[in-house]
Nanobody, 131 residues
């Protein structure tokens, strides 16, 4: 049974950091593209970062470049999202997702395309950036 379980969210002050984790089970991490997405109240879900091809390809949206870093730990079947210099605009529910189409899916997902075709989703973790 495939599962993606996010953790690491919480309340943080502006300028602070959080590290999100996505633990996957039921499939081999290297075979899938793994992405991080977020959805703020009243807004569409957006792709923010994605990793594919065994970590060879990494993608970020412009608003998080230089602040967020995606990484993977195959031994622990976990994909991380290190988030630094957090801003109130980063407040959202953060989801991880996986798709067998790997790099092609990552490139589309970062643009907000093909999200409804994604193979698997986690349930999300809340990130709130507030003073």
């Amino acid at each position: 049974q495939v599962q993606l379980v996010e953790s690491g969210g919480g309340l943080v002050q502006p300028g602070g950091s959080l590290r999100l984790s996505c633990v996957v089970s039921g499939f081999t991490l290297d075979d899938y593209g793994i992405g991080w997405f977020r959805q703020a109240p009243g807004k569409k879900r957006e792709g923010i970062s994605c990793i594919a091809d065994g970590g060879l390809h990494k993608y970020y949206i412009d608003s998080v470049k230089g602040r967020f870093t995606i990484s993977r730990d195959n031994a622990n079947s976990t994909v991380y999202l290190q988030m630094n210099s957090l801003e109130p605009e980063d407040t959202a529910v953060y989801y991880c997702a996986a798709d067998l189409d790997g790099d092609n899916w990552c490139m589309a997902a970062i643009e907000g395309i093909r999200l409804d075709e994604t193979d698997y989703w986690g349930r999300g973790t809340q990130v709130t950036v507030s003073s």
